[in-house]
């Protein structure tokens, strides 16, 4: 059974405009397929991760995860639906005020009580878990920091370090890369693609940075406009097909700025649904 099952789906923005924000988007992802999502600004690659992640819902067309139809459901069967989805953005929105530690297990929030949340807050529940996944993003030392003291790219990673601990089936991550520098971001996705493969978790990575992307992923589907561009494996995705996907915009590259502080807190969907 696939992961996802999308035909001719179109998302609208919100407002009164409600211009089509995806259009008529036909994909079909199988259980543990790996995969980057590329294309310039504004092509609709965040809003295609966030309909995955069951955050925005269609206006037409079909849309199916594992088989099920997420928005016929009732609200709480869908909600046990998104505890297999996990949305990591590319800004987390952490608690400016919470220990990197209790930010890092909140991906365990959909499998504890409230009872064991809340305790954990006070005494975390298991911080070697959390040392453990900070750790493969060569942040172990932040254990006990608060996520206020951290730089951009150390946040990004905090976020990422959730992922490790969620028990999700889908792992949906939006340019996890942008405030990293090239060594960091080759351990980056090789830590994303090592992890989901041992789960045969599904993983869809939406990268600026082309080059990565052909490196690090069998597949590639191209956004421009909210429209699929081309969607192939990364052996018949050739310069041609790049310098037209990106006409009028410079294609990015594995060498981003080193890490900033990038301090705004992305409102939406947060990193563990």
């Keep these: 059974m696939p992961t996802y099952h999308l035909q001719n789906l179109t998302v609208r923005h919100l407002g009164a405009s409600r211009a089509a924000a995806l259009h008529a988007i036909s994909l079909t992802i199988q259980q543990g397929e790996q995969l980057a999502i590329i294309g310039p600004s ?82 975390p529940a298991d911080p070697e878990a959390a040392w453990q996944a900070l750790s493969r993003f060569n942040l172990g030392d932040k254990l006990y920091s608060r996520v206020d003291r951290l730089s951009g790219g150390e946040r990004q990673r905090c976020g990422l370090a959730r992922l ?42 939406s990268l600026h940075q082309v080059d990565l992307a052909l490196s690090h992923f069998p597949r590639i589907v191209a956004l421009r406009d909210g429209r699929i561009e081309f969607d192939l494996p990364r052996g ?36 563990c649904l």
């Excluded at 405030?179 to 599904?202: F, G, I, V």
């Design 42 to 123: 504004g092509a609709g690659k965040t809003t295609l991760l966030a309909t995955l992640a069951c955050a925005h819902q269609p206006a037409e067309g079909s849309f199916q995860i594992f088989g099920t139809d997420p928005w016929a459901l009732g609200h709480a069967d869908r909600h046990r639906l998104r505890a297999q989805l996990f949305l990591a953005p590319q800004t987390p929105p952490l608690p400016p005020r919470q220990r990197v530690v209790t930010a890092v297990l909140a991906a365990r929030l959909p499998q504890w009580s409230l009872w064991r949340a809340l305790v954990s807050l006070v005494k």
């Design 164 to 205: 490790l601990l969620s028990p999700a089936k889908a792992l949906l991550v939006d340019e996890p890369l942008s405030a990293l520098d090239p060594a960091l971001s080759e351990l980056t996705l090789s830590t994303l693609r090592d992890e989901a493969k041992a789960r045969n978790a599904t993983l869809i990575c």
């Design 236 to 271: 018949q995705v050739t310069p041609d097909m790049i310098a037209a996907l990106y006409q009028g915009e410079q294609p990015g590259a594995s060498a981003p700025p080193p890490e900033h502080d990038a301090m705004a807190v992305k409102l939406g969907v947060g990193a």
